[in-house]
């Protein structure tokens, strides 16, 4: 899903999903990754679900062995990473009082 078509990395898409696979890792550390793969099966295949979670463990945003729990500066990390990219125009057309 964050693949252009001559294959290259489309970094917003990219971004996006994995702010959202670490904020589900924030809000729930030890989550099993089954779990996390019932989350978000609407949304993501498990094979690319575990990508983004191995990126993230590369990263040290997080630590996997049994559960995962995110890294103790696991958002700075995140910000320092992805600073430059921007979220894809869809994500940018959800304001808060809209939901």
């Known amino acids: 899903p964050w693949f252009t078509p001559s294959g290259e990395i489309h970094a917003p898409a990219f971004r996006w999903m994995a702010e959202g696979v670490l904020f589900s890792i924030i809000s729930r550390p030890g989550c099993p990754i089954d779990e996390m793969k019932r989350r978000f099966a609407y949304v993501l295949q498990p094979r690319m679900l575990l990508e ?9 945003m997080e630590k996997h062995v049994f559960s995962m ?7 700075e990390r995140f910000s320092r990473i992805f600073n430059t990219v ?3 125009a869809i994500r940018k057309l959800i304001r808060v ?3």
């Open 52 to 60: 983004i979670v191995r990126v993230l463990e590369l990263f040290q």
């Open 97 to 99: 009082e809209d939901i």
């Open 86 to 88: 921007l979220l894809p």
């Open 69 to 75: 729990s995110a890294t103790e500066n696991a958002m």
